[in-house]
């Protein structure tokens, strides 16, 4: 959303927040505007946006990942997920909170496709089913990450194929994409 300006006044008994832009925008605006408790108090955050991942990064990383998957003969899912836990970024809840979720203490984790997870060290036996559970932290999916958050993402990358031997774009070019990447 854009906006043009924003203006303020007040007088000894109330405030005027006066918000200007494009007309095209105003129904986006309206639609922030929930219907307001006038006992209420709010809170009002406004970011600047960011630009999101190039399409050019995001088919070189998946390239990565099917040759990493190659090498180490898991499948690409295994792969981004195994990438996912070391690089990526944990989910952070409106309320400021990770969340955690107790699964199985196996690699049934790795398959998943919808959500992904970092494990911890944080074990639970089961006396009744006699199994160990694991907490897990729930990860941000991927396609929602800021161009830092991607650039980590994929220098992690980057660093896990150096280390099977998987040769790479050289760095003028991967910096290259990073530069298409900032605002």
């Known amino acids: 959303m854009k ?3 924003i203006e303020t006044s007040y007088d000894l008994e109330k405030a005027r927040l006066i918000v200007e832009c494009p007309a095209e925008e105003l129904d986006a605006l309206i639609a922030l505007i929930p219907k307001v408790d006038k006992e209420a108090d709010y809170e009002i955050t406004i970011k600047k946006k960011r630009k999101g991942r190039s399409p050019d990064a995001n088919s070189y990383y998946w390239s990565l990942i099917g040759r990493l ?3 180490l003969r898991q499948s690409k899912e295994e792969v981004h997920n195994i990438i996912l836990a070391r690089y990526g970024v944990d989910w952070v809840g409106d309320d400021g909170k990770l969340t955690y979720v107790m ?4 690699d049934r984790y790795l398959a998943m496709t ?3 997870f970092r494990p911890t ?3 639970k036996f089961s006396i009744r089913e006699q199994k160990n559970y694991r907490w897990y932290i729930l990860l941000k ?8 958050e991607f650039s980590h993402l994929l220098d992690g990358l980057i660093d896990e194929c150096h280390e099977v031997g998987i040769q790479t774009e050289n760095r003028e070019y991967i910096e290259e994409l990073k530069r298409t990447w900032k605002n």
Request: hydrophobic residues 30%; glycine residues 4%.
């Open 69 to 71: 998957s190659a090498v």
């Open 3 to 5: 906006i043009n300006s």
């Open 114 to 116: 919808e959500q992904h």
């Open 103 to 106: 699964m199985a203490d196996d």
């Open 141 to 148: 999916p991927s396609h929602l990450y800021d161009t830092g």
């Open 121 to 123: 060290s944080r074990l």
